[in-house]
């Protein structure tokens, strides 16, 4: 019997769903690489295993190897990605992420009225929803790899939609100097090159238009601590995890002027509960239900460490607002 030609291949050197190792950092060139982790697909336990290395100069950590582009489409076919919202929806409720989604466009608010408005990895576009309500005379529109941002389309939470990445040929073109504000929530560690996603970014802004880029930190400390099972590995979705320092850089050397750098407000109280829900998501019902209380326990806990978070290197993710200075060519 043939398998299914959805089903990933066993990692091997001809393996259509995985490029060749590289030996160096994909941010700096630097040859001194060391594995920081190395797991199977903790959702849907198919075959092959994924390591993410981390380049010993710049900190820079990313998958390797990498998925080719098969291997990409594959992990953003939408029965996947609603495995995956499940699996979210197990570990953080509808409301508690319209929350986050109403605290980050709060915060966002003291921006001046921007007219038009690009979530990029926009999904349902649940940001745009709720950001309307500080930003009621903005056009919002939205862009994803899936088809989730053309039924969000058809519900009326974003005026147009967008199919693809930024870097999709054809598409930096087309949407070029149209936005006052990109947002991008979670959305660069998908990207397989980022900086030419940063790049086709600025190239979609206005002159003067900010930039809201919300990623992964990998210096948390939970990284270290739970190994595979820290959930921001997003293993095999998440090819790069950029240290602030690194993307920081990078904004400012695309002339970018940095106007705010945050720990506290991205991070979601989460690490230890969906650590424990990733060793659990495959267990008979019976022992889910009897890892009921230690769940629970391990939620609080999560709660708990939040507001000091920041303070202590357990921030799972980080914020970055930039301006494109007028000088920026697009």
């Known amino acids: 019997m043939q398998p299914s030609p959805l089903a990933p291949r066993v ?19 630097s040859p001194r690489l ?16 994924f390591a993410v290395d981390e380049c010993r100069d710049c900190r820079h950590a990313f998958q390797n190897p990498r998925l080719t582009a098969e291997g990409l489409a594959f992990y953003h076919r939408d029965f996947y990605e609603r495995h995956l919202e499940e699996f979210a929806a ?5 409301r508690a992420v319209r929350r986050r989604h109403r605290a980050a466009a709060h915060a ?34 939205g862009l994803d790899p899936t088809a989730r941002v053309e039924q969000a389309l058809l519900e009326g939470r974003v005026e147009e939609a967008h199919r693809g990445y930024l870097t999709t040929p054809g598409t930096a073109a087309r949407l070029r100097a149209r ?20 790049r086709a970014a600025l190239t979609a802004l206005r002159p003067g238009g900010h930039l809201v880029v919300e990623v992964p930190d990998p210096r948390c400390a939970f990284a270290a601590l739970l190994g595979k099972w820290w959930l921001p590995y997003g293993q095999p979705r998440h090819l790069h995890l950029m240290p602030l ?5 990078e904004l400012e050397a695309q002339g ?6 945050d720990r506290r407000a991205p991070h979601v109280p989460y690490d230890l509960s969906a650590a424990l829900s990733l060793a659990l998501a495959h267990v008979p019902a019976l022992l889910r239900v009897m890892a009921a209380p230690a769940l629970a326990l391990a939620s609080a ?22 301006r494109k200075e007028v000088s920026i060519a697009g």
């Open 245 to 249: 320092a690194n993307l920081r850089a």
């Open 301 to 322: 806990l999560d709660h708990i460490v939040a507001p000091v978070s920041h303070c202590i290197r357990l921030s799972n993710a980080y914020r970055i607002v930039a």
């Open 179 to 198: 936005y006052d504000v990109v947002s991008m929530f979670h959305h660069l560690e998908h990207a397989a090159d980022p900086r030419s996603e940063l």
């Open 34 to 49: 060391r594995t920081r982790m190395r797991a199977t697909d903790p959702l849907r336990h198919r075959p092959g295993t």
């Open 90 to 94: 197990r570990i953080l409720s509808a």
């Open 108 to 141: 966002l608010s003291a921006l001046s009225e921007p007219e038009s408005w690009l979530d990029v990895g926009t999904g349902h576009a649940r940001f745009p929803e709720a950001a309307k309500e500080f930003f009621p005379y903005t056009s919002f529109d």
């Open 11 to 29: 990692t091997g050197p001809k393996d259509p769903f995985q490029e060749p190792r590289r030996e160096d950092c994909p941010w700096c060139g």
């Open 256 to 261: 970018c002027t940095i106007l705010v750098t």
